[in-house]
């Protein structure tokens, strides 16, 4: 079976500009989580949906908004870029609790 | 106070050896415990979950986890170097699926 993937592993962007970043989740697994992990911060929870539901979010501020399709394959989009926003964007899928990590996104803005 | 708690380490131990691993967390809501192992460069890989007191093995890994304490912890036994990398402790509550991760634990293993 294969495993979660991400579009694109790499991405270079400006500050001001705005981001997509693209996950597909195992086959079969319905809810998809996104984290951001940085060097300082750790790895940190953005938001998680199910059934093209948001149903938690973390503590980011609104530039950072996600959806889900029918399919289950999600985008996340990052509106504004900053320069803290630098970071490896993991995406996860869930089918009962347990979460697989995809290969993350590595997001430079400068 | 953060909400999970690791030593950041580097933990050395030498090849053979048995590796341990602890991780505490504040909210006594937390139902929902993971492992995951870090390679340099690589995405967080799942090793470990637990969800009730006590021990559960799987091949050189035993975690273990204790509610009352607020404690979780993972030992590898006969510690290989291919098991150098950052070990992350993750929590969640029962609804969703929102994890919570220490900061992580290196480990090295010395030939």
């Known amino acids: 079976k294969a495993g979660v993937t991400q579009t694109p592993r790499y991405l270079i962007k400006t500050r001001g500009q705005q981001v997509t970043l693209s996950c597909s989740p195992i086959?079969?697994?319905?809810?998809v989580s996104w984290y951001q992990q940085t060097p300082g911060q750790g790895l940190q929870f953005l938001f998680e949906?199910?059934?093209?539901?948001?149903?938690n979010k973390g503590n980011f501020p609104g530039r950072f908004s996600g959806r889900q399709f029918s399919n289950s394959r999600s985008e996340m989009n990052v509106s504004t870029l900053e320069l803290g926003d630098s970071a490896l964007y993991l995406c996860?899928?869930?089918?009962?609790?347990?979460?697989?990590f995809g290969p993350g996104t590595r997001l430079t803005v400068l | 106070q953060k909400e999970v708690e690791q030593n950041s380490g580097p933990l050395s131990v030498p090849e053979g050896a048995i590796a341990s691993l602890n991780c505490t967390y504040s909210?006594?809501?937390?139902?929902?415990f993971f492992w995951y192992r870090q390679y340099s460069g690589k995405s967080p890989e799942l090793i470990m979950s637990?969800?009730?007191?006590g021990d559960k093995e799987d091949g050189r890994f035993t975690a273990q986890l204790n509610k009352a304490s607020q404690y979780v912890s993972l030992l590898i036994r006969d510690s290989q170097p291919s098991d150098s990398a950052t070990y992350l402790c993750?929590?969640?509550?029962?609804?969703?699926?929102?994890?919570?991760f220490g900061g992580g634990t290196r480990v090295l293993v010395k030939p």
């Open positions: 909210d006594r809501g937390s139902q929902s």
């Open positions: 949906y199910f059934s093209e539901t948001q149903r």
């Open positions: 637990i969800y009730s007191n």
């Open positions: 993750a929590v969640a509550k029962a609804a969703g699926n929102k994890l919570t």
């Open positions: 086959s079969g697994h319905r809810s």
């Open positions: 996860a899928s869930s089918l009962d609790g347990e979460q697989f």
